[in-house]
Each structure stands twice: as C-alpha cells, then as structure tokens.
Nanobody, 123 residues
C-alpha cells in the first residue's frame, strides 16, 4: 500500500484546510486509517482515526469539534477536514494505514505511512 498525502499549506488562524490521502491499492478498504502530526522538536502524535467502513471515528482531544476525518472507499481516499485552525496545529501531517480494521492511537498500530504534508498556521 502506498499513501500520498496532499492539501497542506500556509493559512491564517481560524481558516480551514482539507487534507487528502490517496491510497494506491484496494486493500485500503480493509484497513482502519489514521492521521498523525509532528511539530518541530516534538513526537508524532495521533490526530484522528477512522474504521475500515468509516462508521467509527476517533479524535485527539486537541482537535475534537474542529477536525473531521472521513473516507471514500470507492475512491481509496482518506480526508481530514480542519476548521478553526490554530497556530498550535502547525505540523507535518501524515496519513497511515492501520494493521487491522480499526485505527490505533499509537504509531505502532500502523504499518504504512504517507510522506507527510506541511500545514502552517500563522497568528
């Protein structure tokens, strides 16, 4: 499985962005998926996860109510809608395919990673 993340950019506080993650193989449909982020000097952290069918979603407390994860299995694509962005959301965002049908909040729960897309939120 290859994952290609896109959609990052430079925005201002309060703006919105939508990240996309295109998967190269149909096995995407059998795996939970997740978004993680890594800010400079910090560890990679869980942002959001979604089950293989898309009927269960999970969020970090820091983004709950502002970010929405979704997936289109017909297009083998994962999304992260980010609203009300804050400077502390600045990071490289990574999509990842979980080892099983449901996502994990830890990086060890994933065996495929995208290359990352940079999101910068200015104050």
């Amino acid at each position: 499985v290859q994952l290609q993340a896109s959609g990052g950019g430079l925005v201002q506080t309060g703006d919105s962005l939508r990240l996309s993650c295109a998967a190269s193989r149909r096995t995407f449909r059998n795996n939970g998926m997740g978004w993680f982020r890594q800010a400079p000097g910090k560890e990679r952290e869980f942002v959001a996860g979604i089950s293989f069918r898309g009927d269960s979603t999970y969020y970090a407390d820091s983004v709950k109510g502002r970010f929405t994860i979704s997936r289109d299995n017909a297009k083998d694509t994962l999304y992260l809608q980010m609203n009300s962005l804050k400077p502390e959301d600045t990071a490289v965002y990574y999509c990842a395919a979980a080892r099983g049908a449901f996502p994990s909040r830890v990086t060890n729960g994933y065996n495929y990673w995208g290359q990352g897309t940079l999101v910068t939120v200015s104050s």
